[in-house]
């Protein structure tokens, strides 16, 4: 009867979850609301993915990449942030450049340019936005880098630990006495990277209770049923033949497990089981499982009628990547969890196809996009290509990461997922049974029960960023706050922005929108209009801490894992080194430098050397209010408290290339490096504001003294970065000219924005190089619905 009643249950909670779509049942409890209601909002959360052109680089080389931001498990692209920073770090564990790139969409790109004299060894790239610091760094991306060098020294971070490391982890979080369950077990090495290890499982008593041995990077799984009064210990025996033992965590001897057959594409088999203690203190009490897949939660009520209750849950329901199977108890505790993970290969799939299946070097390639899938999906969607010649570039495929392989897979997960692309390359029976290992030995990131269970709202402390901020304090003469003073941030050649400091005086100009680095002019007057104030720019905001890691090459020589490229970008530089030494050479005979003595620098549109008068400020070595040094020193001009005449007229005063409405009294000398006078040529220059003349001032923006040091009263002239503009990837075509120089390039084809048409098709071309080989084509991306697309393609250049 027992049997029959968990078969009937069984039968209606597969029909409930075929219709139900995720979404929370009509008898849901209240709790169970509440943490569905919670849950949900996780969908607020980022991730970011970065495609690079190659897997690894050398000095020299400029690294290219694509950064995809998509608004959590639902992978549709983000519109939350408008602002995605990237860190390139070094083995030190420094940040040695970092870009800020704008958004758009979700989508943006850049580059950095990794120099000849760049140290080898494994780099990292890390990227984030401001609103993903709320979880931590659990959310930023972050992947290895390595860099190969012909010329410059290994750097390298070494790790003094070289004990290996076997963990135990029992199916759902807990052994229990007198039930049979699987344990998971993972062996590392102190580099990171999983070792093949064996072993027996004994008693107290020194029986061997059972053997194992790892199947995959270092994970296998045995089964134990622990009996009352028992400790385990495994007998380990790695590769080097030496031996250890390891303690089994403890037994419980009162509880209930969550168990998960995962083996089938089409469903999982669920199976609660408690002992005896605890069903006889539980009985016939509701306990729920909450399924979270895809940024949605559904649970299910079940009578607590049985030790062992069994259920099928049908995939076709849940989306494509990593399930969460929480088990809670009737009083809303988490009792067990069991990660699974849901793979649909034909869901969203690609199809590339070029014009011919061979080709020769230097020759037009017509290549094709077509989305090939079950979902019939016709939302446009954006992806980014790279063409690289493998026969230059060896890639190892089960080890790269990939849009499916982070996205799905390691950004949920702790720790380091070695050989990512193993598990949806060729998917099998062995893949499959594998990366159920890796779910059982890798807990869950993306949140914690202890929290939810409170039905604590997280802490906000970061807001999404829209766009470049620039922000102070406004403080009188006296050092105190001023309130409500009015702030005006003056662009160059822009429309000034006028805005109001709080209570306390701090001021903000938000959602900027420009590139490369810029100059501003922030200008403070107090409520009543007096400009006898002092502003305090708060320049850029500190980076977050970075993480010590261990890379998975430990201390191995990376010019090791990439000889064959090595040797064509120690030729390519040989080539490069000849087309220098070419140059010079031709210089060295054509051109004859003459000095220009007008050596200083100008915001004047003409540049220096056009004015009727130039003082350069570190010649004057008074300091105070421009207004009062410059008095007598300005031939032929009468300086007021408000303006400066020429002929009883007016002049115009630029600071900085833009206009400035102040007077110089306002402008302390400090920050000024010269003062050009332009009297009867400047309408010419700058048109009909200088009808009577124009004073141009060029503040030190950080050239020389930094305004940084200064204490500006009433103007202060500042010095802001934008966003990073991309370079453009140069690619030849040798259709429309003839080149003998030998092309040695190995990314042949680097395009990061492809967009389809309505019907999910795109096309593009290029030429090949003078490589011979197998050419590897790399299309990944994301439509607007959310699905995620890869395909891959190679050919044979000849």
């Known amino acids: 009867m027992k049997n029959l009643l968990c078969m009937r249950r069984s039968i209606l909670l597969l029909a409930l979850l075929a219709f139900t779509c995720l979404h929370v049942f009509a008898q849901t409890s209240t709790l169970s609301k509440q943490l569905t209601t919670y849950l949900n909002q996780f969908s607020l959360t980022e991730k970011a993915y970065l495609q690079f052109d190659k897997p690894y680089y050398a000095a020299g080389d400029t690294l290219y990449f694509k950064a995809y931001l998509t608004m959590g498990q639902r992978h549709q692209l983000s519109a939350i942030s408008g602002v995605l920073h990237v860190d ?41 936005t401001n609103w993903m610091r709320n979880n931590g760094d659990a959310d930023f991306f972050e992947q290895v880098i390595p860099v190969g060098s012909v010329l410059a020294a290994v750097s390298s971070s070494k790790s003094t630990d070289t004990r290996p490391d076997l963990q135990f982890f029992p199916e759902g979080g807990d052994m229990l006495t007198g039930a049979m369950g699987k344990v998971a077990f993972k062996a590392m090495a102190a580099n990171g990277k999983g070792i093949d290890v064996s072993g027996i499982i004994t008693d107290m008593e020194g029986k061997t209770v059972t053997a194992f041995k790892s199947s995959h990077n270092g994970m296998g799984a045995f089964m134990l049923n622990p009996k009352n009064g028992q400790q385990y210990k495994a007998l380990v025996t790695y590769p080097n033949g030496t031996q250890s033992t390891v303690e089994l965590p403890h037994a419980n001897t009162c509880g209930i497990v969550l168990k998960i057959d995962n083996d089938t594409t089409q469903q999982a088999r669920l199976q609660l089981i408690a002992n005896d203690q605890y069903f006889a203190e539980n009985k016939d009490k509701e306990v729920n499982v909450l399924i979270y897949s895809g940024g949605y939660a559904t649970t299910l009520h079940l009578k607590l009628d049985s030790t062992n209750i069994s259920l099928a849950l049908l995939k076709k329901h849940l989306s494509p990547g990593i399930a969460v199977v929480t088990l809670f108890s009737s009083d809303g505790q988490p009792q067990s969890e069991r990660l699974i993970f849901v793979q649909k290969p034909n869901e969203f799939s690609l199809a590339l196809a070029s014009d011919k299946q061979a080709y020769r070097t230097r020759e037009k390639v017509m290549m094709d996009l077509h989305p ?103 403080k009188n003469w006296g050092g105190k706050p001023t309130a409500n003073s009015t702030v005006t941030l003056i662009p160059r050649g822009a429309q000034p922005i006028t805005g109001h400091a709080d209570s306390i005086g701090n001021f903000k100009f938000k959602d900027l929108v420009f590139t490369d680095t810029a100059n501003f002019i922030i200008q403070a007057l107090k409520k009543s209009g007096d400009d006898a104030t002092e502003i305090k720019y708060y320049g850029a905001v500190k980076s977050p801490a970075l993480q010590q890691v261990v890379t998975s090459t430990g201390s191995q020589d990376v010019n090791q894992l990439m000889t064959t490229y090595l040797a064509n970008s120690a030729q390519q530089h040989r080539l490069d080194s000849l087309k220098l030494l070419k140059g010079r050479m031709l210089k060295e005979v054509k051109i004859r430098a003459i000095r220009n003595s007008n050596n200083y620098r100008s915001s004047s549109p003409t540049g220096p050397g056009h004015a009727d008068q130039v003082i350069h400020m570190d010649d004057v070595k008074t300091v105070g209010f421009l207004g009062t040094v410059l008095q007598g020193r300005l031939v032929g001009l009468e300086i007021t408290d408000d303006m400066v005449l020429f002929f009883k007229k007016p002049m115009a005063i630029y600071l900085d290339g833009v206009e400035f409405a102040g007077s110089l009294k306002d402008i302390p000398t400090e920050t000024i490096e010269t003062v050009e006078v332009f009297k009867f040529a400047s309408a010419s220059i700058y048109g009909m504001n200088g009808g009577n003349g124009v004073i141009a001032l060029t503040s030190w923006q950080g050239k020389g003294r930094q305004a940084k040091d200064i204490v500006a009263r009433g103007v202060l002239p500042i010095t802001v970065p934008g966003f990073y503009k991309a370079r453009e990837f140069y690619a030849p075509k040798y259709e429309a000219k003839s080149s003998t120089i030998p092309d040695l390039r190995s990314t042949i084809y680097w395009q990061p924005e492809l967009t389809t048409d309505a019907k999910g098709n795109a096309s593009f071309n290029y030429y090949n190089a003078d490589g011979t080989g197998t050419y590897r084509v790399i299309v990944e991306g994301i439509d607007e619905a959310g699905h995620i697309g890869r395909a891959v393609y190679r050919y044979a250049v000849k």
């Open 88 to 128: 390139l770090i070094s083995p030190q564990n420094k940040i040695y450049q970092s870009v800020k790139l704008q958004t758009i969409n979700g989508l943006a790109w850049g580059d950095f340019v990794l120099p000849d004299s760049l140290a080898r060894g494994n780099y990292r790239v890390r990227a984030y």
């Open 372 to 474: 090939q899938s079950s979902s019939d999906s016709t939302a446009i969607a954006h992806y980014s290509v790279a063409v690289i010649n493998e026969s230059k570039v060896p890639t190892d495929a089960d080890a790269e990461n990939s849009i499916y392989s982070y996205m799905l897979l390691t950004s949920e997960l702790k720790g380091h997922i070695e050989q990512p692309g193993y598990y949806f390359n060729n998917v099998s029976a062995k893949t499959i049974a594998d990366l159920d290992l890796v779910m059982l030995t890798h807990g869950y990131r993306r949140f914690e029960w202890k929290h939810l269970t409170d039905l604590k709202q997280p802490p906000v402390t970061y807001q999404p960023e829209r766009g470049i901020e620039i922000s102070g304090r406004v």
